[in-house]
């Protein structure tokens, strides 16, 4: 088992910084040399942000 974790100061709602992140982790394990059995991304600490009329794009958990 291989794991890797990454904790950032600043927060984001953004799916593509959370990507980004991800793919730096992977990139730090032999996963293009090696089999991979399971992947996966976990999130914590999610808050929902104070109600922002100029928020155009869902948030990463609203499923609404």
Known sequence: TVTRSDTQSLATQL??????????????TEAAQRPVRLLGVGLHGLVKTVD?????????????
Do not use: K
Request: charge should be negative; hydrophobic fraction near 35%.
């Open 15 to 28: 799916t593509a910084d959370v990507d980004r992140r991800a793919q730096r982790l992977l990139d730090r």
């Open 52 to 64: 922002d009329p100029t928020q155009t794009h869902p948030l990463l958990w609203d499923l609404s």
